[in-house]
């Protein structure tokens, strides 16, 4: 599955966000999806995770209460919700995909998509 992340861009604190992942290649009700975020001099942390028919969805407690990942498996895309934006939760994000749950829990995810800015100003 092939993976476009779009709708960073720049924003002021408390502002929101929606960011797309369309997959291409494979239906994503095949996989669990989600994303991750990679702020500049720091690691790769999860954001949320949505199960293969979108039923459980699990956060990062940074992001809980303020983001919502969602898809829609007729348009075959991932959608991450994201309000009340802080400006620690600038960095650039990426989508993800992966058909095993403990690939998820390991971060050894097999599918990438490229990445979108995001930046919030103060």
């Known amino acids: 599955v092939q993976l476009q992340a779009s709708g960073g861009g720049l924003v002021q604190a408390g502002d929101y966000l929606r960011l797309s992942c369309a997959a291409s290649?494979?239906?994503?009700?095949?996989?669990?999806m989600g994303w991750f975020r990679q702020a500049p001099g720091k690691e790769r942390e999860f954001v949320a995770r949505?199960?293969?028919?979108?039923?459980?969805?699990i956060y990062a407690d940074s992001v809980k209460g303020r983001f919502t990942v969602s898809r829609d498996n007729a348009k075959n895309t991932v959608y991450l919700q994201m309000n009340s934006l802080k400006p620690e939760d600038m960095a650039v994000y990426y989508c993800?995909?992966?058909?095993?749950?403990?690939?998820?829990?390991?971060?050894?995810?097999?599918?990438w998509g490229q990445g979108t800015q995001v930046t919030v100003s103060s």
């Open positions: 949505n199960s293969k028919l979108g039923s459980t969805t």
């Open positions: 290649g494979r239906t994503i009700s095949s996989y669990f």
């Open positions: 993800a995909a992966d058909d095993s749950l403990p690939m998820w829990l390991n971060q050894r995810l097999r599918h």
